[in-house]
């Protein structure tokens, strides 16, 4: 199996930082239809979010519930189901004690693409990773996917290394399934530069 590792904030759904509220969540502009054409290719969608809010005591693990609920009542909408959601409670400089660790799930860590991959018998290298901020990209390089990042300006500090990479730079998740379905048309002829 293979799957579309999406991010959430700023990718999936319009940046609202540290946002638990579902009346607040907006799809970006195209991501139905962007969904919808990458289930119909047979990829199972994820979502790949650090959600440092936990370990910082904003809000609640508890709350996320809601959020995963709302996000996947919004995909229905389009007929595609979440295959699942995975998120990073962690950050080192926390104040919650039990998240204020140093993880391998936070992004640029792959912790959270290795897991799912585990959990639900995907294939990485046949699978991709699109975000909106070069950490994304590095994630899903080491995990092994092709990457996408959407360059909508949410990435400002562009540290670059060979790890940190993107297969494609688009403009929004549309275009970024439009990418992927051309790929699938004419597999790439170079190995994945980071591979
Ligand atoms: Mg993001
Ligand atoms: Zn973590």
């Given at each position: 199996?293979?799957?579309?590792?999406?991010?959430?904030?700023?990718?999936?759904?319009?940046d609202?930082?540290?946002?638990?509220?579902?009346d607040?969540?907006?799809?970006?502009?195209?991501?139905?239809?962007?969904?919808?054409?990458?289930?119909?290719?047979?990829?199972?969608?994820?979502?790949?979010?650090?959600?440092?809010?936990?370990?910082?005591?904003?809000?609640?693990?508890?709350?996320?519930?809601?959020?995963?609920?709302?996000?996947?009542?919004?995909?229905?909408?389009?007929?595609?189901?979440?295959?699942?959601?995975?998120?990073?409670?962690?950050?080192?400089?926390?104040?919650?004690?039990?998240?204020?660790?140093?993880?391998?799930?936070?992004k640029?860590?792959?912790?959270?693409?290795?897991?799912?991959?585990?959990?639900?018998?995907?294939?990485?290298?046949?699978?991709?990773?699109?975000?909106?901020?070069?950490?994304?990209?590095e994630?899903?390089?080491?995990?092994?996917?092709?990457?996408?990042?959407?360059?909508?300006?949410?990435?400002?500090?562009?540290?670059?290394?060979?790890?940190?990479?993107?297969?494609?730079?688009?403009?929004?998740?549309?275009?970024?399934?439009?990418?992927?379905?051309?790929?699938?048309?004419?597999?790439?002829?170079?190995?994945?530069?980071?591979?």
């Amino acid at each position: 199996m293979k799957a579309v590792f999406l991010d959430k904030d700023g990718t999936l759904i319009e940046d609202v930082p540290y946002n638990i509220d579902p009346d607040r969540i907006r799809l970006c502009a195209g991501a139905l239809e962007a969904v919808q054409m990458l289930a119909a290719a047979d990829y199972q969608i994820f979502i790949i979010t650090n959600q440092s809010g936990i370990a910082r005591g904003y809000f609640p693990e508890s709350a996320l519930i809601n959020v995963e609920k709302h996000l996947r009542q919004l995909l229905a909408t389009a007929g595609v189901s979440l295959a699942s959601f995975y998120y990073c409670p962690h950050h080192p400089q926390g104040v919650i004690t039990e998240f204020a660790i140093d993880c391998d799930c936070r992004k640029p860590n792959p912790g959270l693409l290795k897991k799912a991959a585990k959990e639900h018998s995907i294939k990485l290298d046949r699978s991709w990773m699109i975000g909106d901020i070069l950490n994304d990209i590095e994630a899903g390089n080491i995990a092994g996917c092709r990457t996408i990042l959407i360059d909508n300006g949410n990435e400002n500090e562009w540290q670059i290394s060979r790890s940190r990479l993107p297969n494609f730079i688009v403009n929004n998740l549309r275009e970024a399934a439009a990418v992927i379905m051309a790929s699938d048309r004419s597999p790439p002829q170079k190995k994945h530069p980071y591979s």
